[in-house]
Structure formats: structure tokens, C-alpha cells
């Protein structure tokens, strides 16, 4: 087992990760850039070492740096959370050349599924269903329209090394192709430094479910059941919920099965996510591969009773997972808390935290980094804490949800609190019957 982890993340997460180390008995470092010097995971931490000034390219996507911070620390691994360099391929392969061991997946598999294209012919290969589409990267315009009447529209046209919603266009029809081809490439040569495009099918008003799978080292492979993410906002998560109010029993095997065969077709090693869409005939097709922990994990944990934190640090640390598949034993329930307001247009609201009170009782947990006096800063992502709540029925879930989001008390800056309120009095909501469309018609002007 490892004697020292490095964390190369920040926030919630890096606190998480912390708290399971010391469990096993682990020696944990933290680092930081000089927005986060007062940051719980700095203080929670046995060893903390500031890596750069606020901006992310000169500390958290800072690879020297966090090699460097490593080696003067004696860490022996580094856990990357999400977000930042846990999917970069390049990050991982300078951990293995300096023997240092990286908490996640090996440099060809972030590879093989970073590349959205690549990622869906290893799929099609392996047997697991796929969304019609461009059997790889679009050369031309032309090329893009040819297959768009061929699989009918509406089409999306997606970037390959995309990600957050970033250089993804609907198209309707021909007339619309040219426009939308220019904005994605565009879009996504900037945000990305690549401007592949592949097409597909655009599936109309789906549910978004993810299977979340563990590997190991000897190309075994197990599921720990769906979490349905269709409450989401310019394909952004707000909500996510398990186990999935549309899942059936037979549904759930055949793509826990195939959420197995995907991670199995590229020996996969450690924990990843399987995502994909769901239409209104229950038939799901393959969307992409998330090479690491997600955002929602504990809503796994609170169902399963799993800790996916250790499982990633044990499979790493060479030991085999049994291949035992693990299903829902409870209903969860995770509202993201960001800086934001909700009442223009989820606008960021960083700044100083004046009063802060986290909600308690049964079936409730709270993952977060920030406390009274905390001051936000502009530069990273804006969530701030996750509300996870757990309970016998979905039906109790929302009534316990909403119980302690109205305990939740954060003063000095606008958060969603008051959004995710509003969701669960909303019937449509609360009948489970909604889509990834349900945020298009959600009235939020009922927000206070």
C-alpha cells in the first residue's frame, strides 16, 4: 500500500480524497495556488505545498510543479481527483517516468476514450451499442451532410477531444450544417486545441444514465449500478439521482453488461464511468467514457455502501477487485451547490462566505471545502458544496432534499439553494417523467 499520496486537485474533492487516506492510514499532501492558501484541504492535510499564483495553467495544470511538489515530499502516488489533469494522458505518463504511481488510468486507456471518435469505434468493436453516426472524424462539410441525410436528421456534430458541452452543435438540416460546423470547429479548437468533428444522430429528448464500473490490473471488471444525470443545464449537471426513476431491472443488467464489456475491451484499471442516452423505446446507445471519479460518486456510496475512493487507491496499489457486482440498496439524491444566481442566468458569485450552516440529521451528508469566512475565488469552478441525502423511497428523498436545503444556510454571496428548492416542489420533477429537455422549459423566474 502507498505511504504518501499527493493530491493534485483542490476544493471538496481534495478534501474527500484526504479523509479516506487517513482511514487507511495514509499520509496525505496537499497542494495549492495562492487563491487557496486558507482552503480546508490545505489545513486537513499532513503536508501542504503551494505550487503558483492563482491562474490554473500556473498551478493546478501546472505538471512540473506538481512532479516537483511530489518528489520533495517523497509522495509515492498522486490521486488527481476531477476536473484539471485527471484525464490529461500526458500527466500520467510523467508520473510513470518519474516512478511515481498515477491514481487513475494509464495514459493509452485516457487516450483511447479521450478521443471521442477513437472511444466510439473501440465501442462498436467491442459490441456495445453506439449512436448512428460518422464511423470517425468528419474531413469535410460535405462529407457531414452526406451522412446526415443518410441517418436522418436532426444530427449533432460533436468535438472529439470535447468535453462540458464545449463544441457540440445541434443541426436541423442542410441549410443549418455550414454555420454549425464553423461555430463547433471553432468552439473547439479553442477550448481544446483540436478541432476534429465527428456526427451523430441526435437523439431527441433522452434520459442520461451513467454506469459507474471498477477495474483492476488484470482486466476484470464490475458495476456498481446507474446514476440518472438528465437534470442538467446546457449540458452542465445540476441533479443526479440513484437509482434511476425510468431504470427496470432488465434494463439495468443489460447495461451494467455493457458498461462491463467497455471497461473489459480496454483492461481498465481503477474507477471510470460509462455514460449513456436513454431514448423514450428504452433503448441506450454509448455516449463516452469518463476516465476517473465523478462529480457524484457518493450517491454510489450512500446505495452500495462502497467507498469508490479506496477502491481507486487499492486497485492502484495493485490488489484485485472481486468482479462482484453491486445494486442499489437505497434511493440518493445529490443537489450541486455553486456560487451561482440562479435568477440571472447562473451567473458565478464568488466573494466572501459571511454565515455559513450545513443541514444534518438522518440520511443526510454534506461534501464541501468552504466554512464561515471562507472568501470564493473568481478563478476555478463554482461549485461549492454537494448535497447528498439518502432515503428508503425516491419519494422520501425528495421531502428529506428539500428539508435540508432549507437548513442550508450560506450568506455574503448568491447560490443555487434557492433553484434546487423550487425543483423538488416541481411536479414533473417529482413524478420522475422528465428528460434532458427539462431544463428548456423550467420557468426560473418562480425563484426568489
Not at 441525410?149 to 477531444?161: G, M, Q, R, S, W
Request: hydrophobic share 40%.
Amino acid at each position: 500500500m502507498f505511504k504518501k499520496i499527493l493530491i493534485a486537485n483542490r476544493g471538496e474533492i481534495a478534501l474527500r480524497i484526504i479523509r479516506t487516506c487517513k482511514e487507511m492510514g495514509i499520509d496525505t499532501v496537499a497542494i495549492y495556488s495562492t487563491a487557496d492558501k486558507d482552503s480546508l484541504h490545505v489545513r486537513f492535510a499532513d503536508e501542504a505545498v503551494c505550487i503558483g499564483p492563482p491562474p490554473s495553467n500556473l498551478s493546478y495544470l501546472n505538471i512540473p510543479q506538481i512532479i516537483a511538489a511530489a518528489e520533495i515530499t517523497n509522495a509515492d502516488a498522486i490521486h488527481p481527483g476531477y476536473g484539471f489533469l485527471a484525464e490529461n494522458a500526458e500527466f500520467s505518463q510523467v508520473c510513470q517516468e518519474h516512478n511515481i504511481k498515477f491514481i487513475g488510468a494509464s495514459p493509452h486507456m485516457i487516450d483511447q476514450m479521450g478521443d471521442k471518435a477513437t472511444a466510439k469505434a473501440t465501442m462498436i468493436k467491442a459490441g456495445v451499442p453506439t449512436i448512428p453516426g460518422s464511423k470517425g472524424l468528419l474531413a469535410t462539410i460535405e462529407e457531414g451532410i452526406k451522412i446526415a441525410n443518410e441517418i436522418k436528421y436532426p444530427v449533432i456534430l460533436k468535438a472529439t477531444a470535447g468535453g462540458g458541452g464545449k463544441g457540440m452543435r445541434i443541426v436541423n438540416n442542410d441549410g443549418e450544417f455550414k454555420k454549425a460546423w464553423d461555430d463547433a470547429r471553432m468552439e473547439a479548437g479553442a477550448a481544446f486545441g483540436n478541432d476534429g468533428l465527428y456526427l451523430e444522430k441526435f437523439i431527441v429528448e433522452p434520459r442520461h444514465i451513467e454506469i459507474q464500473i471498477v477495474g483492476d490490473k488484470n482486466g476484470k471488471a464490475c458495476h456498481l449500478s446507474e446514476r440518472d444525470c438528465s437534470i442538467q443545464r446546457r449540458h452542465q449537471k445540476l441533479v443526479e439521482e440513484t437509482p434511476s426513476p425510468a431504470m427496470t431491472k432488465k434494463l439495468r443488467e443489460k447495461m451494467g453488461d455493457a458498461a462491463v464489456k467497455a471497461a473489459e475491451a480496454i483492461n481498465y484499471e481503477g474507477a471510470g464511468t460509462v455514460e449513456f442516452l436513454v431514448d423514450k423505446n428504452k433503448d441506450f446507445y454509448f455516449m463516452e467514457m469518463n476516465t476517473r471519479i465523478q462529480v457524484e460518486h457518493p450517491i454510489t456510496e450512500q446505495v452500495t455502501d462502497f467507498d469508490l475512493i479506496k477502491e481507486q487507491i487499492k486497485v492502484a496499489a495493485g490488489i484485485e477487485i472481486s468482479g462482484k457486482n453491486y445494486y442499489p440498496h437505497l434511493f440518493s439524491m445529490e443537489c450541486r451547490i455553486n456560487a451561482e444566481d440562479p435568477t440571472a442566468d447562473f451567473r458565478p458569485s464568488p466573494g466572501k462566505i459571511t454565515n455559513l450552516h450545513l443541514p444534518g440529521g438522518q440520511g443526510v451528508r454534506v461534501d464541501s471545502h468552504v466554512y464561515a469566512g471562507y472568501t470564493i475565488p473568481p478563478n476555478y469552478d463554482s461549485m461549492i458544496a454537494k448535497l447528498i441525502v439518502s432515503a428508503q423511497t425516491r419519494e422520501e428523498v425528495i421531502v428529506r432534499m428539500k428539508r435540508a436545503l432549507e437548513e442550508f444556510v450560506i450568506e455574503g454571496i448568491k447560490t443555487t439553494i434557492p433553484f434546487h428548492i423550487k425543483l423538488m416542489e416541481d411536479p414533473q420533477f417529482q413524478s420522475g417523467k422528465f428528460t434532458t429537455a427539462f431544463m428548456d422549459t423550467f420557468d426560473l423566474s418562480q425563484i426568489e
